[in-house]
């Protein structure tokens, strides 16, 4: 039996949890609830504030149960969060296993995305039992088809296109929307649909064609449609430049329209907070089984958790229905 084994059969007596990465809506719901679960099963829990970054830093501190009240309904994460560079290096993931040693913390859930997740492998090479939960509004996690914050960001930004569409029919307008999700096209996606855009811009789709949409503009014009709507997913980018090329070559006013970090913000929906919950509580569970390097995912109706190594190889692809559907309707 290898050390790592031997380590993995003790029982788990201390957990540590932090929030790493791009913060999301829900990430408190998970806090809560692995605070929570852990402490019904005798556990002692510390909370690590700013992600790894506060955890080379030894910013921890013991949590009980009052700590995780009234935070269900709040966005943001109580915890903070940061992108830490140093913990990408053997040394810094060195430091951070120390420190968690120190604390005597054997078992640590990871609130995150992929980033965060590979931390957590290195982690969990150096002895620390480790749990990945996945938390990003980008649902760009390949093993999960739920991650916590993509609910909530994607009402967040349909309601923000709703509002944008009553002005740009009033103006007759053609309407450059951008919206989040880093390399992925999941939210400009379900926007496209739920808000009924004319176009949607995919970083998967790698391209477009512009003259299709300025003579589709143009058409559209002629039969009196007051409005144009197309979403644009930050992986594609260029919103502005291509709101004036477009007002140039169709003679239709268009404005750019960046959502930016408001899609990140908010109370989660009751979607994120159930589904964290439930996720939080799951990565709990895993360490007290004595599972370790595995990360917690969503797929086919079921909560389920994959190796991180494996989960991190997997790919995504964004799924074909949906996009078509988007251009049918
Ligand atoms: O991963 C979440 C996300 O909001 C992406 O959609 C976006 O590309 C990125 O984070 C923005 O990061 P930052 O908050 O560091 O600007």
């Known amino acids: ?46 909370g690590i504030r ?33 992108r830490s560079k140093q913990m990408r290096t053997e040394e810094g993931q060195l430091k951070a296993a120390g420190v968690l040693k120190k604390y005597g913390i054997q078992g640590l859930v990871v609130i995150g995305g992929d980033g965060s997740f590979a931390g957590a492998q290195k982690l969990s090479q150096y002895g620390i039992n480790v749990i990945g939960v996945p938390g990003t509004i980008d649902l760009d996690i390949a093993c999960t088809e739920y991650t916590i914050g993509f609910d909530t960001a994607a009402n967040t930004a349909m309601e923000a296109i709703d509002k944008i569409r009553d002005t740009s029919t009033s103006h007759d307008r053609c309407s450059v929307v951008e919206v989040m999700g ?29 003259q299709a949409i300025i003579d589709d503009i143009i058409e559209n014009r002629a039969r009196g449609k007051k409005h144009y709507i197309i979403i644009n997913a930050e992986g ?11 007002e140039e070559a169709t003679g239709v006013e268009t404005r750019a329209s ?8 908010g ?44 989960a991190l190889k997997m790919h995504k692809e964004i799924p074909e229905y949906e996009v078509d559907l988007a251009r049918k309707l």
């Open 50 to 82: 700013r992600g790894y970054h506060g955890l080379l830093r030894e910013e921890l501190f013991p949590m009980n149960w009052r700590d995780v009240s009234d935070i269900i309904q709040r966005g943001g994460t109580i915890l903070q969060t940061a």
């Open 258 to 265: 960046i959502l930016g970090h408001m899609q990140r913000g």
């Open 1 to 46: 039996m290898c050390k790592e084994e031997k380590e993995i059969k003790q029982p788990i007596q201390t957990i540590g949890v932090l929030t790493s990465g791009g913060d999301a809506p829900g990430m408190n719901a998970a806090i809560r609830a692995v605070v929570r679960t852990a402490l019904s099963k005798g556990l002692n829990v510390w």
């Open 182 to 210: 880093r390399d992925a096209g999941y939210l400009a996606l379900w926007c496209g649909i739920a808000n009924g855009a004319e176009r949607v811009l995919l970083p998967e789709q790698h391209g477009y064609d512009e």
């Open 236 to 246: 594609v980018g260029d919103s502005i430049n291509m709101a004036k090329r477009i």
């Open 267 to 310: 109370s989660p929906t009751v979607k994120d907070r159930v589904y964290a919950s439930v996720m939080g509580s799951k990565a709990v569970d895993l360490l007290v089984e004595g599972k370790t390097n595995r990360v917690v995912g969503y797929k086919h109706g079921e909560y389920l958790d994959f190796d991180i190594n494996e």
